[in-house]
């Protein structure tokens, strides 16, 4: 007994000095030239590497990882077609990495798709995404003119409560490979993302979001990183706290001392006049009130051209902070969890399409899966009767009232309405009406009453008995009205964007039109 007491007490001595000691390693191309300036970490310490290509920190004994900040001029590492910018923590102490130099030198002008929710619950989901989003998001790379990439948004599953989707991760991982998407995909972690099983604290998870959190880690990689691609600089964070082990309601959108301190390291590296995409789950419009989060937005606000790009919600939104910052809220590449081809406010499943130029954010606009480019918006009389057999919400603005949900619109849109083809004025937008508590329409409403009566009318979701009504009357924030004339006219609204692309639109739904609404019916497939 007293000689296993010596080995394990040795073991642990050992283990413990290991611990201790440096991580180190060196960074180098294919060629065997040194890199300098690497930003590298393991998710608590931020280094770069010096001029031969060399870099060394303690490790931190809660680290999973460490990685590199892929810098600009070289390509971005795959493994199994996704992104491999880290190497998991052993008793190792050297981590060496080795880059390709992209041939042409920096890509300073590319595009980023930001895919909110996929949120798979099940096979049948999975095998949504496999076969309409991901052949819509190849067909948007195979278009596009510059080098593209994808983020997604968090909420790759759909955990919660006793339900633990989190089997899905490794599956979605395949379907999100490079061969499939057409580009790279880096992940963000959403609240559904998180492993709920019973669990115990322990050394090595001293909180219960590190907890939580080890299986996306184990399938994904890092969860706070960042990558460099031309002059842009690309953050994705974990902005979901877990309070209580066990307990998968009680988090609140925020970030951890830790994490903080992680990234005001990582942006010194960055210089102040890089264009920073700084992606989370949850919007930092929910949280800017915490004291984390608006440290956060304090480090982001030292840059010139800074862009937040968040999910979570399921509906569009763009906001502005008070530092000036814009942030663009996504709507959900799920929509309604999959129970239609749309989300509650009335936006197309899809996912945004953002192009970079330099340092400057160049444009944005949002594709809905399975809808032409020029689909941006819908048109509804101010007392369209919609739903199905369990319910016929219906419009309370009147026959001579002209509705438009236009999904991204924002203040630098232009919307028109011509009758018998006479411009008859613009149309101004209704002032957003309550979060979700609202759960029928009245006077005042902004809500899409459309798309609601599709899913608690047609589908039952939020009907009495079937699931909570408020997750389905979601808020809309790009609702326009405009009074006509006569509710006799022919009606024509052009709407016009923030780069001038000009969209039109002569169908005015009137009723329950749900041609294109429903989810497929089909046999479910293999997924891998």
């Keep these: 007994m007293k000689n296993i007491f010596l080995v394990c007490l040795f073991t642990s001595l050992n283990l413990a000095c290991a611990l201790a000691q440096d991580v180190k390693g060196t960074i180098r191309d294919t060629e065997g030239r040194p890199i300098s300036e690497v930003v590298v970490s393991d998710g608590f310490t931020v280094v770069q590497t010096d001029s031969q290509g060399s870099y060394s920190f303690q490790r931190n004994k809660e680290a999973s990882y460490v990685y590199i900040s892929l810098p600009a001029a070289y ?96 599956i979605m991982k395949n379907e999100m490979s490079v061969e499939k998407t057409g580009a790279p995909v880096f992940q963000t972690i959403g609240n559904h993302d998180f492993e709920y099983q019973p669990c115990a604290e322990s050394e090595t998870n001293l909180t219960p979001t590190m907890r939580m959190q080890r299986t996306f880690e184990a399938v994904f990689g890092p969860l706070n990183y960042s990558w460099n691609r031309g002059q842009a600089h690309i953050i994705s964070m974990n902005d979901v706290v877990y309070k209580e082990m066990n307990k998968p309601g009680k988090y609140v959108g925020d970030f951890l001392d830790y994490q903080v301190e992680w990234l005001k390291r990582d942006l010194s590296f960055v210089p102040k006049d890089k264009l920073i995409l700084f992606c989370v789950h949850i919007p930092l419009e929910h949280n800017r009130k915490r004291a984390n989060s608006q440290k956060v937005l304090e480090l982001l606000s030292q840059f010139e051209n800074c862009h937040i790009i968040s999910g979570h919600t399921h509906y569009m939104r763009s906001f502005f902070h008070k530092n000036g910052i814009r942030e663009h809220i996504l709507a959900a590449v799920c929509g309604q969890w999959w129970w239609s081809r749309f989300n509650g406010d009335g936006c197309p499943n899809g996912y945004g399409v953002f192009s970079v130029k330099g340092n400057k954010l160049s444009d944005w606009y949002y594709k809905g899966v399975g809808f032409d480019r020029n689909s941006q918006f819908q048109l509804y009389r101010g007392d369209a009767k919609c739903g199905g057999v369990f319910e016929q919400p219906q419009f309370m603005l009147g026959e001579q009232v002209l509705l438009a949900n236009v999904w991204n619109a924002d203040k630098d849109w232009k919307i028109e309405v011509f009758e018998d083809g006479v411009k008859s004025g613009e149309m101004k937008k209704i002032k957003p009406t309550a979060y979700r508590a609202e759960e029928y329409p009245t006077t005042l409403s902004s809500k899409d009453w459309w798309a609601i009566g599709y899913h608690v009318g047609v589908v039952g979701r939020g009907h009495v008995g079937t699931s909570t009504r408020r997750n389905y009357c979601m808020p809309c924030y790009h609702m326009y009205r405009f009074d006509l004339r006569s509710s006799k006219s022919k009606v024509l609204v052009r709407v016009t964007d923030h780069k001038g692309r000009v969209f039109s639109e002569n169908h005015v739904i009137s009723g329950p039109e749900y041609k294109n609404a429903a989810a497929p019916k089909y046999e479910v497939t293999e997924c891998w």
């Design 75 to 170: 390509e971005i590492p795959l493994r199994h077609g996704a992104p491999c910018f880290y190497k998991k923590l052993t008793d190792d102490l050297v981590y060496d990495f080795v880059l390709k130099p992209l041939r042409k030198g920096p890509q300073n002008d590319f595009t980023v798709l930001f895919l909110a929710d996929p949120q798979c619950q099940n096979i049948r989901h999975v095998n949504r995404f496999r076969t309409e989003t991901v052949p819509d998001v190849k067909a948007t790379v195979k278009k596009s003119k510059t080098p593209v990439f994808c983020v997604t948004l968090g909420d790759i599953g759909y955990s919660e409560g006793p339900r633990n989707a989190v089997y899905l991760l490794p």
